[in-house]
């Protein structure tokens, strides 16, 4: 069974910093771009950064020069450092990645697939 686990969430002062990590486990051949969202409650779920395989990165304006996302393509793993946090950061963080996938019957194939979700709360 593919999965997507995140770790790293928490409760953190204003201005502190919090590490997250995702580790893709399962029959995967290859993990391609992979990211992070985040979901305050009563909005939307909203790209926070996001990384290639390659390792180029994007991020959402809100967080540019605060957070940084990175990847370990050996084990599998993207992680967010996230820095300068604000109360505004507050939200539910989901890792997201487009992994290809050893099928059962043989073969490969790509799906998205979504982590379960880690709260990161921000105090003022």
């Known amino acids: 069974q593919v999965q997507l686990v995140e770790s790293g969430g928490g409760l953190v002062q204003a201005g502190g910093s919090l590490r997250l990590s995702c580790a893709a486990s399962?029959?995967?051949?290859?993990?391609?771009?992979m990211g992070w969202y985040r979901q305050a409650p009563g909005k939307q779920r909203d790209m926070v950064a996001a990384?290639?395989?390659?390792?180029?990165?994007t991020y959402v304006d809100s967080v540019k020069g605060r957070f940084t996302i990175s990847r370990d393509n050996a084990k599998n793993t993207v992680y967010l450092q996230m820095t300068a946090l604000k109360p505004e950061d507050t939200a539910v963080y989901y890792c997201?990645?487009?992994?290809?996938?050893?099928?059962?019957?043989?073969?490969?194939?790509?799906?998205?697939?979504w982590g379960q979700g880690t709260q990161v709360t921000v105090s003022s």
């Open positions: 990384i290639t395989s390659g390792g180029t990165t």
């Open positions: 399962g029959s995967i051949f290859k993990t391609n771009a």
């Open positions: 997201n990645g487009a992994l290809v996938v050893v099928a059962p019957t043989g073969g490969f194939y790509e799906s998205e697939y």
